[in-house]
C-alpha cells in the first residue's frame, strides 16, 4: 500500500504561482513512476505531467510546458511548481502514482487550485 498526501493548493490571482508537494509513504519501492492529475467537474481526470521514481524522465502537457515544473527529491516527494497561473487552471490536482508489474494505482484525496481576481 501506498499512501499519498497532497498540499499546497489555496486560492492565486491570475499569473500567480502556487508549489505543490505530494509526499508519498508505505511501499514507496514499489511506485514506477508519479504525477499530477487535474480535474474539473464534469470533465475526465486529466494528467498534467509525471516523472519516474528515479527522476530520469519527465512528461509534462503541452499547455503546462513553460509554466509547470515537475520534480522530485529523495525523499518520495514530488513537486509540481505552476507559474503564470491562468483561470483556466482552476481544478482539483490529485497526486498519482503507478506501480511496478502493472500493479494498482494509487491516489491522493487532492487538493483545489482556484486561480481568480
Known amino acids: 500500500q501506498v499512501q499519498l498526501v497532497e498540499s499546497g493548493g489555496g486560492l492565486v490571482q491570475p499569473g500567480g504561482s502556487l508549489r505543490l508537494s505530494c509526499a508519498a509513504s508505505g511501499s514507496v519501492a514499489s511506485i514506477s513512476r508519479m504525477g499530477w492529475y487535474r480535474e474539473v467537474p464534469g470533465t475526465q481526470r486529466e494528467l498534467v505531467a509525471s516523472i519516474a521514481e528515479d527522476g530520469s524522465s519527465r512528461w509534462i502537457r503541452d499547455f503546462a510546458k513553460g509554466r509547470f515544473t515537475i520534480s522530485k527529491n529523495t525523499q518520495a516527494t514530488v513537486y509540481l511548481q505552476m507559474n503564470s497561473l491562468e483561470p483556466e487552471d482552476t481544478a482539483v490536482y490529485f497526486c498519482?502514482?503507478?506501480?511496478?508489474?502493472?500493479?494498482?494505482?494509487?491516489w491522493g484525496r487532492g487538493t483545489q487550485v482556484t486561480v481568480s481576481s
Open positions: 498519482g502514482a503507478r506501480t511496478w508489474n502493472n500493479g494498482p494505482t494509487y
